[in-house]
C-alpha cells in the first residue's frame, strides 16, 4: 500500500487516507466562498504523485524501513526534494476534458505548488513559470498500478467536472457590478489565494494532526459558544460604575455597538474619542454579531506588538471566570525564517482560535506574502468578524490593496469589518477612486450619539510648533514647570534616539524619568507600564510625586494611561489626537489637561517619509485653521480638522498607494496592486517573446510577493535576556525537542524585539548576539547588550529609527 508518511515511531498513514482526509477539510474550508468543490478536488490531487514507485521507495528509505543494501533502497538524502509529486496532479488537471480553461488555470497552480508557494502566471520578464511547469512529460507507468487505478476511480466520481463549473458560474457572478477592470482582477487573485490558503491549512492540518494529535491540538470543529462569551462580557460591563459624564458616554458607546450588532454584515466604522472604551465596546458588537450571522472567528488587527499583550489579557481576564480563556490566541510575530524544517511546521499556527489578537503586520503577510506560512492563516479570515484597532497606522503603500481585501473579505468571504479608530482615515473619500472603501451610513456604528465630541474634550491644546530652534532643553523646561506644579508629564518623540536623549537630559537636571520604546521586549514594557500606573495612582491621591514618562509612539495606541500633561513632538495630526488621549483620559481632574505640540531641531526624521509628510500636512492644516479662526485657540480633537488632515495627507500621496516597486531583476517600474491584477506590462512582454498564448490570468504572485514589504524595513526577532527571557535562553540552547523549542519560542514573544540588519550585524562584531544551536535561525541577546532602562544600547551606533 502506498503511504504518505512515516511518524518517528513507525506509523505509516495511507497515501489514500491523507488525499481525502485533505479534500475534506480543504472543501470545509473552501465552502465559506461557496468554491468547495475546487477545495475537494485540490485536497484529491495535490500529492497524487506520491503514488510514484520512487517516491514510495524515498519514502521507506528515509524512515529506515529500507536499508542500504535493499534493492528498492533509495539515498533519502541524495533524493531530497528531487522528486516532484506535486506537478503529477496537476497534469491530471490539465487533462480533464470539458474543464474550463479558467478553472484548469487556477486547480493546476494551487495543486503544483503546495510545498513552495504561489508562483507566477508570468513574470516580468514575459517567461511563464507555471505553462513551463506543466510542460514537463511525466508518465505515470511508475506508479503502483492496481492502487492508481482504484484512486483514479475515486477521482473520476469526485472530480465532478459540471459542479465545479457550476459553483465557478455562481461565484463570479458576483463580479458583475464591480466596474474597474483591475480591481475585478485583483479580487480574483484573492480568490485564488483563498484557495490555495485551504489547501495548505487543510495539508499540514491533517498530516499534523496524525504525527502527534497529542501534542498538538489545532482543530476547533464546533461553532464557537458565542453566547457562553457574550455572558461573560455582560457580567464584566456590570462592574463599571459610572462617575462623570465621560463614563455616561462610554456604556451610550458600548449599548449602540450592542444594538448595531444586529445589522447584516458588511464594513463598519467605529469612530470613537481616545479613552472611549473602544476595545470592550468593539468586542461587544463583534460577539452579538458572530452570534446572529454565524461566524466562526473574531479577530483584533492591532497595530503594534507593544499593545497586543495588554488587549489580549484584558479579553482573557473576562473569560477567565467561565474558563474560556483558552479560547483567546495571542499572535504577535515570528522568531524564526520560514524554512522547511519540523520545528517550524509546528510552528505554523493556522489562527484556528474563536478570537485572535494579531498585528497588521500578520495580517497583511497573510494576503501578500509569499511562502506557506503566512499565506496558510488566510482562509481563516473567512466568515468572521474583524476589527481593526487605530486603523489609521495603515501604511500609504498598502491603500489600494488593503481596500480591495477588505472588499474581498466582506463581499466574498462573508465576514464583516469594523474600522475602529478616534482618527479615522477617510478610506472611502472619492479621492481614492476607484479604489475608495463603499460604507453604507448605516453601519457608522457610533454616529448619533449627541454631544460625544465635547464630552470627551478634555485637554486644552498649546501649540509651540511655530517656534523656530525649539530644542531639548524647552521640552525639558516645561517638564519642570509642570512638574514643580505638581503635574505628571509624558513626552512622545518620534524617534528613539530622542527620547534617549530626553532621558539623559532630564535624568541631569531633574529625576530619572520612566522610558519606554520598542528597543524593550514586551514583558519590560510591561513591567515599566505597571509602575507607571501605580506611581500615578499614588499621585492622584496625593501620595506620591508627580510621574515624568519618556515615550516614543508606542505609547499613544491602546495604552491606558492619564497624565496631567502631554508634550508631543510635531508628527501627524492622527498621532497628536492620540497623545492626547494619555492625558486626563477619565476626565477626571478639575481643569482641562494640557497637551503641548512642539517641534525640536535635534530630531531627524529626513529619512523617515511617513512621519515627514504627515508633519508637513499637519503644519498646512494648523495654518488654515489660524487663517478660518483667528481669535480661537487650536483645538486639535475636532472631526473636522482630522478629516481635512486625511484629506490632504491621502491627495497628496495617492501616488504611492499602489505600492510602486522597481524589478531590479527585470530593469521594470510597476506596482504590486498591477502585478497582482492585470499584470500588463508582463503580459505585454508575453506577448513579444512567445509563440504560444499566454494564459488567461496573468498574475505574478510570486515576483509581488518578493517585493511585499508590510513595514518598510524588514526585521528579525531576538530574544533578550530580561528576568525569565534568561531562563528561556538556556533551554533553547540546549533543547533537541521540536515540541518544548515550540512551546518556548511561545512563551519567548515576551522576551524578544525585532532587529534591523544594521543592528544584527553591530551585534554580531561586538559578540553580543548569538545562534541558540547551529542553523536553528532562533538568535538571542547577551546581557551585555540589554540595558535596565533603554533596553537594546548601541553605545557606537546610536538608534535613530521608527518602529513598534
Known amino acids: 500500500m502506498s503511504i504518505a508518511r512515516f511518524t518517528e515511531d513507525g506509523r505509516e498513514q495511507l497515501l489514500q487516507d491523507h488525499l481525502f482526509s485533505v479534500a475534506n477539510l480543504a472543501k470545509r474550508y473552501a465552502e465559506k466562498i461557496g468554491l468547495g468543490s475546487f477545495g475537494e478536488v485540490s485536497g484529491l490531487l495535490h500529492d497524487y504523485g506520491k503514488y510514484d514507485l520512487r517516491f514510495q521507495r524515498y519514502l521507506n528509505s528515509a524512515s529506515g524501513k529500507y536499508k542500504y543494501c535493499d534493492a528498492d533502497y533509495l539515498d533519502p538524502v541524495a533524493n531530497k526534494g528531487k522528486i516532484d509529486h506535486s506537478t503529477p496532479g496537476a497534469l491530471y488537471l490539465k487533462n480533464v476534458n470539458g474543464l474550463h480553461q479558467n478553472i484548469k488555470e487556477i486547480l493546476t497552480l494551487i495543486t503544483a505548488v503546495h510545498h513552495g508557494g504561489l508562483i507566477d502566471f508570468i513574470s516580468p520578464d514575459g517567461t511563464m513559470p507555471l ?53 475585478r482582477l485583483f479580487l480574483m487573485g484573492l480568490t485564488i489565494k483563498f484557495l490555495y490558503s485551504c489547501l495548505i491549512d487543510a495539508d499540514r492540518t491533517d498530516s499534523t494532526a496524525f504525527e502527534d494529535s497529542d501534542k498538538y491540538s489545532i482543530l476547533y470543529d464546533n461553532q464557537p459558544n458565542w453566547e457562553q462569551m457574550i455572558q461573560a462580557l455582560e457580567k464584566h460591563l456590570t462592574r463599571f460604575k459610572v462617575r462623570n459624564d465621560i463614563d455616561l458616554y462610554r456604556r451610550k458607546i458600548s449599548d449602540q455597538c450592542q444594538e448595531k450588532a444586529g445589522l447584516p454584515g458588511g464594513i463598519f466604522r467605529l469612530n470613537v474619542p481616545t479613552g472611549g472604551g473602544k476595545t470592550l465596546a468593539s468586542l461587544r458588537f463583534a460577539l452579538e454579531h458572530a452570534k446572529k450571522n454565524n461566524l466562526d472567528h473574531i479577530f483584533y488587527i492591532i497595530p503594534y506588538t507593544s499593545i497586543i499583550d495588554q488587549n489580549a489579557e484584558d479579553v482573557r481576564a473576562i473569560f477567565k471566570e467561565y474558563g474560556l480563556e483558552d479560547l483567546v490566541l495571542e499572535h504577535h510575530s515570528n522568531l524564526t525564517d520560514e524554512k522547511n524544517t519540523e520545528i517550524n511546521n509546528i510552528l505554523m499556527d493556522n489562527w484556528n482560535a474563536p478570537i485572535v489578537f494579531t498585528t497588521m503586520v500578520q495580517f497583511l503577510e497573510a494576503l501578500f506574502a509569499g511562502g506557506t506560512r503566512s499565506p496558510r492563516r488566510f482562509h481563516q479570515l473567512g466568515k468572521s468578524v474583524i476589527i481593526f484597532d487605530e486603523i489609521q497606522t495603515i501604511g500609504i503603500k498598502n491603500i489600494f490593496m488593503y481596500n480591495a481585501a477588505i472588499q474581498y473579505l466582506t463581499e466574498f468571504a462573508g465576514s464583516s469589518v469594523v474600522l475602529c479608530t478616534a482618527t479615522q482615515p477617510v478610506l472611502d473619500n ?127 495606541a491602546g495604552v491606558d494611561v492619564d497624565f496631567d500633561a502631554v508634550i508631543r513632538h510635531l508628527a501627524g495630526v492622527d498621532s497628536i489626537v492620540q497623545a492626547a488621549g494619555r492625558c486626563n483620559r477619565s476626565g477626571l481632574r478639575e481643569e482641562l489637561g494640557r497637551l503641548y505640540v512642539v517641534d525640536p531641531i535635534e530630531e531627524k526624521i529626513a529619512k523617515l517619509e511617513d512621519i515627514r509628510r504627515g508633519r508637513e500636512v499637519t503644519k498646512r492644516v494648523f495654518s488654515d485653521f489660524y487663517e478660518q479662526n483667528p481669535n480661537k485657540d487650536l483645538q486639535i480633537i475636532n472631526p473636522i480638522v482630522i478629516q481635512n488632515y486625511f484629506t490632504q495627507y491621502y491627495f497628496n500621496r495617492k501616488s504611492q498607494m499602489d505600492y510602486p516597486v522597481f524589478l531590479g531583476k527585470y530593469e521594470v517600474s510597476d506596482n504590486l496592486f498591477r502585478l497582482l491584477s492585470s499584470n500588463e506590462i508582463s503580459r505585454c512582454q508575453a506577448n513579444r517573446i512567445n509563440s504560444t498564448s499566454a494564459p488567461y490570468f496573468a498574475y505574478a504572485f510570486q515576483t509581488a510577493a518578493n517585493e511585499f514589504k508590510a513595514i518598510d524595513a524588514l526585521t528579525q526577532g531576538v530574544i533578550v535576556p530580561y528576568l525569565e527571557g534568561k531562563e528561556i535562553i538556556n533551554r533553547l540552547c540546549a533543547s533537541k525537542n521540536p515540541y518544548e523549542i515550540s512551546a518556548l519560542l511561545k512563551e519567548a514573544q515576551q522576551y524578544s524585539i525585532n532587529l534591523f540588519d544594521y543592528q544584527i550585524k553591530e551585534l554580531f562584531k561586538n559578540q553580543y548576539l548569538h545562534e541558540t544551536q547551529i542553523k536553528s535561525g532562533i538568535f538571542y541577546l547577551s546581557e551585555e547588550g540589554y540595558d535596565d532602562t533603554y533596553g537594546l544600547y548601541l553605545n557606537d551606533h546610536p538608534e535613530n529609527v521608527y518602529i513598534f
Open 131 to 183: 505553462s513551463k511547469r506543466l510542460e514537463k512529460s511525466m508518465s505515470t507507468d511508475g506508479f503502483q498500478k492496481a492502487e492508481k487505478d482504484k484512486f483514479d476511480f475515486e477521482l473520476s466520481r469526485r472530480v465532478n467536472v459540471e459542479k465545479l463549473q457550476q459553483e465557478y458560474k455562481e461565484y463570479i457572478k458576483k463580479f458583475k457590478n464591480i466596474e474597474n477592470n483591475n480591481i
Open 430 to 556: 472619492e479621492i481614492l477612486a476607484p479604489h475608495q472603501l463603499k460604507i453604507s451610513e448605516h453601519n457608522d456604528i457610533s454616529a448619533g450619539i449627541p454631544e460625544m465630541d465635547q464630552v470627551f474634550e478634555r485637554v486644552k491644546t498649546i501649540d509651540k510648533s511655530g517656534i523656530l530652534n525649539w530644542s531639548h532643553s524647552d521640552t525639558v523646561e516645561i517638564i519642570m514647570n509642570e512638574f514643580k506644579n505638581g503635574n505628571s508629564v509624558l513626552t512622545i518623540t518620534n524617534t528613539k534616539n530622542a527620547a534617549k536623549e530626553l532621558v539623559e537630559l532630564i535624568s541631569s537636571k531633574l529625576t530619572m524619568p520612566y522610558h519606554l520604546s520598542t528597543s524593550m521586549c514586551a514583558r519590560h514594557r510591561k513591567e515599566i507600564l505597571k509602575k507607571i500606573r501605580e506611581d500615578l495612582v499614588k499621585h492622584q491621591k496625593k501620595e506620591g510625586p508627580p510621574v515624568i514618562c519618556v515615550s516614543t509612539q508606542l505609547i499613544e
